[in-house]
């Protein structure tokens, strides 16, 4: 069980990284059992097959023309999976905008994230999911949202915890250390978590800090913090457990660097082979949080993989559905992209406006 004492052999400034599987599946820690029951581990599974399913399936429609742009989640879904099984209804989720799976277990509909990349705003609404916050684009803002977020529910003396989510690249932004400064500052109850997939588009992590880690970051603040093997479900879900009642109990921030590897592109409008090489992606290829979480299920006879495919063509036709919802939404107004900023939208508006309209008309777009 992952308590305090672990959490003192983990030390970010001694470049430690927390892992209970190897790449194989295999428990490395002595005596280490999980706190889950056989059949969440094998939910969890699933939930990581669906993820990387969806993900596909939204690359493919994008490459369809029917969605604009989207950015894959391919390989960091040990950590959408682990947030999920461990975020309270009660807890917020303050995203970035590669989390998938920790949206979906948040209540969020897969339909809804298709509208948002096909870029109509209603995606943004979120009907089913409480207590979450819009997708941050604006890399790292989000997070200053969070200690908001935190210090009213303190303020009004709730019991529940702020998650919020960026990137390694979020990382050298202000925008970060502000909000680590004031979630220790003022005592704020948010966890932290880094997905370092080890690019910030194409700028490699060797090129954006100098630091040690990510997880020493929040040691300079006096934050909580560990690096923790972002490809291993059990280790993300130990720590985020941890995390969670760390916090709840101290009324203290934590900080996860989730160490993992985007295996697919930033973005749909991205091609990563310009930039890295393809040792390196068959090296963290072996490290793939659906295989290694595979092999543990087929080691304890938890899983039969042939069961795989069946699963995969059953979620194929749910997530096709969903897209087609996404497809029949209303189309927005014009109207609705100019009419609320003024009384008397000023004439450079109008003019825009009006070559707009005019436009739609020729292409026999929205009326
Ligand atoms: C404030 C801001 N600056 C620049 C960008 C353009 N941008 C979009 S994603 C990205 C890289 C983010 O890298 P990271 O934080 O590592 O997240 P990842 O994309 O790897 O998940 C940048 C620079 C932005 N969206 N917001
Ligand atoms: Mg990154």
Redesign the pocket.
């Known amino acids: 069980m992952f308590n305090l004492k672990t959490l003192d052999k983990f030390k970010p400034i001694d470049d430690k990284t927390y892992q209970v599987i190897d790449n194989d599946g295999k428990v490395i820690i002595k005596d280490w059992i999980p706190d889950l029951k056989d059949e969440e581990i094998v939910q969890a599974y699933k939930d990581l097959l669906f993820e990387r399913t969806a993900d596909f399936m939204a690359v493919s429609y994008q490459r369809q023309g029917r969605m604009f742009t989207y950015?894959p989640n391919l390989g960091q879904e040990a950590i959408h999976i682990a947030s999920g099984k461990v975020i309270q209804p009660e807890d917020w989720l303050v995203p970035?905008f590669?989390e998938l799976g920790a949206w979906l277990a948040k209540g969020v509909s897969l339909w809804e994230i298709f509208l948002y990349f096909k870029g109509h705003e209603d995606g943004s609404k979120f009907l089913n999911a409480k207590r979450m916050l819009p997708i941050s684009?604006?890399?790292a803002s989000q997070l200053l949202h969070a200690v908001g977020i935190g210090y009213a529910m303190k303020y009004q003396g709730e019991k529940a915890v702020a998650f919020a989510y960026?990137?390694?690249?979020?990382t050298s932004?202000g925008d970060f250390h502000e909000a680590l400064n004031f979630a220790a500052v003022w005592d704020v109850p948010v966890v932290f978590v880094v997905?370092n997939?080890r690019?910030?588009?194409s700028v490699p992590l060797k090129m954006q800090t100098r630091s040690l880690n990510l997880a020493v970051k929040g040691v300079a603040y006096d934050v909580k913090s560990i690096a923790v093997d972002g490809n291993d479900f059990f280790a993300m879900h130990d720590v985020l457990s941890f995390a969670r009642e760390f916090v709840l109990k101290e009324n203290k921030p934590f900080l996860i660097e989730a160490k993992t590897y985007?295996q697919g592109a930033?973005t749909t409008s991205d091609d990563p082979t310009r930039y890295r090489t393809k040792d390196e992606e068959d090296e963290w290829a072996l490290k793939d949080p659906l295989k290694r979480l595979q092999s543990y299920l087929i080691s304890k006879k938890l899983w039969d993989p042939s069961e795989d495919e069946k699963l995969i063509a059953q979620y194929k036709k749910k997530i096709d559905s969903e897209f087609e919802k996404a497809e029949a939404y209303p189309e927005y107004k014009l109207d609705d992209v100019f009419d609320y900023m003024y009384e008397n939208l000023p004439d450079e508006l109008k003019r825009q406006k009006n070559n707009y309209q005019n436009y739609l008309n020729h292409v026999g777009g929205v009326k």
């Open positions: 950015p970035a590669r684009v604006p890399i960026v990137g390694d690249g979020g932004e997905q997939n690019f910030a588009i985007r930033h």
